[in-house]
DNA sequence: CTGTATCCTTAGGGATACTG
DNA sequence: CAGTATCCCTAAGGATACAG
């Protein structure tokens, strides 16, 4: 299994470590490009995640630096995951495969101004989506 | 599960589908940046993959038209993969990752000169990519 | 609301022997 | 060389109950 390797070199192995289970990325995609940010949101992806899965999850995308879990600073019980610089930096990925799947699959679908201003003006809209995020934050 | 899902819609998810397991994408790796084309040369890359495994991912990816199985029109016991312009498309895919890797995990390696020219003419460099994958299939 | 704690099932994957 | 065919095993994931 590629996780073992001790002196571990490519970058495909650490990408596939960090998130290449079959829920992280919906997770990081519901974040970072719907918004979300409390576990309730998480939790009513249509894809259907179960309770304890998406709790693990978030816990090692903690470790892994992709999140960080925080408390509403009034009501101490309320929960929200705030993403990291690391995290946001996979913004590009998850466009490139966005992209990908859209000309490949035809039942796939995106908002197609997305997908229009990310072949016209790829920084720019990376830009602006990190920026929405980031102040989406707080 | 996110490939039971009838109508897919979500890109992410399709992608999950046919990359988003433990393999495929290493697999993918090989055959595009690594010139590997026969199965004895898969076999050997460091992760160690299964003979059992290689051989079920190689029907799978044939399947999602990502590669072609072909034969040595002289001999035909000779067995190479060629890769489609569906796979080649993923090359965006990979380099996004791989920048990304080497940015934020210290232990990962990749090629410098490759990723100069990822960040500074990104769509060259594809372009060249691509050209030589073609040009080896032959 | 935000999770733990269990229990259970299954698909994915490792090891190895074998085949045309 | 390019795989099949088995056997086995475990980690990942679903369902559900419950707790602070």
Chains 1, 2 share one sequence.
Request: charged share 30%.
């Amino acid at each position: 299994m590629p996780s073992s390797k001790l002196n571990n070199k490519c970058p495909i192995d650490y990408a596939l470590e960090v998130f290449g289970d079959r829920w992280t990325l919906l997770v990081l995609r519901d974040l970072m490009l719907s918004g979300k940010r409390h576990y309730r949101e998480l939790m009513t992806s249509k894809e259907g995640i179960a309770t304890n899965i998406l709790a693990s999850r978030l816990q090692k995308m903690e470790t892994d630096g992709l999140i960080i879990r925080k408390q509403n600073s009034e009501d101490k019980r309320q929960i929200f995951y705030e993403l990291t610089e690391k995290a946001l930096d996979l913004i590009p990925v998850l466009l490139e495969i966005s992209r990908w799947s859209v000309i490949y699959d035809k039942d796939t679908a995106a908002p197609p101004e997305l997908m229009r201003r990310f072949n016209e003006e790829p920084q720019q809209l990376i830009a602006e989506l990190k920026d929405a995020a980031r102040t989406r934050q707080t």
